[in-house]
């Protein structure tokens, strides 16, 4: 089942001086969802937020919170991050020693489990827990930072997760993140893309309300 093209500003490109203000921006411009990357410096070279914050951005949005767990043993953590606010919650294959066990964790605690893979990680490494999940995250640029550029070799894993639903009767979201623009947005929706997390290129465009109805306006090759 194909979904319809939705929108999810990555706050790690907002202005944190004045996140309550970055945030009703894009929700007035009409984003669906605010994408949080919770990176803990190991798992990655970066670091950025916590539950705390998490929890702030909570008591401010308007819109549903999608968490990317870019951290070691994310097991750990999920009940912090489902405390704090989360709508959907997803953590990293390479990450976590049980899979399984952490996605029906999530939808225990009433939340929607997603997983996610780097770009050097097989597909195949996700495929055991695509009938569990509600989210595929398929990351187009390494995990870590802001401002990359789209890594058009991910598209197979798109294509992939698409046939794979389709085969199986699923019905999960394919979520992209990585170097998404006016440039690249189409290409992801093309290869299946259906939630598209844009950072840099959505808060530093100058027509921001815009740039939302140009990715709302694709067509998503699966409909």
């Not at 009938?131 to 890594?151: A, H, K």
Request: proline residues 6%.
């Amino acid at each position: 089942m194909s979904h319809p093209v939705r929108v999810a500003p990555s706050l790690l490109s907002a202005d944190f001086a004045a996140l309550a203000d970055s945030i009703r921006r894009v929700e007035d411009a009409g984003c669906d969802v605010l994408h949080l990357d919770v990176m803990d410096g190991h798992f990655v070279p970066n670091l950025t937020f916590g539950p705390a914050v998490v929890k702030a951005v909570r008591r401010v949005a308007r819109r549903p919170l999608d968490v990317h767990l870019m951290i070691e043993t994310p097991e750990r953590w999920l009940d912090e991050y489902v405390d704090a606010g989360a709508d959907w919650l997803t953590f990293h294959v390479e990450a976590c020693a049980d899979p399984l066990t952490a996605l029906e964790r999530i939808r225990e605690r009433g939340v929607r489990p997603g997983i996610t893979l780097r770009p050097g990680t097989p597909f195949s490494d996700v495929e055991p827990f695509l009938d569990r999940i509600d989210l595929l995250l398929v990351m187009t640029v390494e995990p870590g930072f802001g401002g990359q550029s789209y890594m058009e070799d991910q598209e197979a894993k798109l294509r992939r997760a698409r046939e794979l639903r389709a085969d199986r009767g699923l019905d999960f979201v394919i979520e992209v993140d990585g170097g998404i623009g006016r440039g690249t947005a189409a290409r992801a929706v093309e290869a299946g893309a259906e939630l598209l997390v844009a950072g840099s290129a959505l808060f530093g465009d100058p027509d921001l309300p815009g740039f939302v109805r140009f990715l709302h306006g694709l067509n998503s090759a699966g409909a």
